[in-house]
């Protein structure tokens, strides 16, 4: 238990369907993350938020919108969806300063599948 | 953009064995962490590292920060069965003040024969 849960665990969806992904964090941290995690390939950052304020989006695509209504909480918002975007979704979170932030702490992931 | 060479990509032990594994960059980092990843779950952190030379250990894990700055290493000592998994270094450059984003490395599968 990291003090960061995501639900739901396991999501299939079609490329039609719109859906969502929550992460909710119990550290007190004020920077939140989503990551990509695709196999044979490094975790890839998609967004960053610093104190509810969205500080990071790393080319990804509009099909894909995030929503950080505090610093507790996080989604990830699916629409249209192709089946190269499955994965296992990966939320964190991290306590940043003026010196940047340190560790980062992880969800358990939602395995997306998209048919 | 950046990457990280993480080697080996793969190992298969024998229990009670010991296992190193390492992370190179291309340029300079200030911060190196370790991480492992259990099957459907995500990724748990097991060291952090902050200064060049830094040893620090954590049970029967010890990680170190490379003099140069752009490597690390980790290794488990008398492997057990549970220390199946996938380990990913992670690193961070500092660019004149401000810090980049965490980036991860490949991940090395660990798999131990009882």
């Known amino acids: 238990e990291t003090g960061v849960t995501q639900t739901p665990r396991h999501l299939v969806m079609g490329m039609t369907n719109k859906k969502s992904l929550k992460c909710e964090q119990h550290?007190?941290?004020?920077?939140m993350y989503w990551y990509k995690q695709s196999a044979k390939k490094p975790l890839e950052l998609m967004f960053v938020y610093n104190f509810k304020e969205q500080t990071e989006n790393n080319s990804v695509p509009s099909r894909f919108s995030p929503e950080c209504p505090n610093s507790s909480h996080l989604f990830l918002h699916l629409h249209t969806l192709q089946p190269e975007d499955s994965a296992l979704y990966l939320c964190?979170?991290?306590?940043?300063?003026?010196?940047?932030?340190?560790?980062?702490?992880f969800g358990p992931g939602t395995r997306l599948t998209v048919l | 953009g950046q990457q990280l060479n993480q080697s080996p990509q793969s190992m298969f032990i024998q229990e009670g064995e010991d296992v190193s594994m390492n992370c190179t960059s291309s340029?300079?980092?200030?911060?190196w962490l370790w991480y492992k990843q259990d099957p459907g779950e995500g990724p748990v952190l097991l060291i952090a590292l902050y200064k060049a030379g830094e040893l620090t250990s954590n049970g029967r894990l010890t990680a170190q920060f490379g003099i140069t700055r752009k490597d690390s290493f980790l290794n488990i000592s008398a492997s057990i069965p549970s220390d199946v998994g996938i380990y990913f270094c992670?690193?961070?450059?500092?660019?004149?003040?401000?810090?980049?984003?965490?980036?991860f490395g490949k991940g090395t599968k660990l798999s131990v024969k009882p």
């Open positions: 340029s300079i980092f200030n911060t």
């Open positions: 550290l007190g941290h004020n920077a």
């Open positions: 964190a979170s991290s306590q940043a300063s003026s010196g940047g932030d340190n560790e980062q702490f």
């Open positions: 992670a690193g961070r450059e500092f660019y004149g003040g401000s810090q980049g984003n965490l980036i």
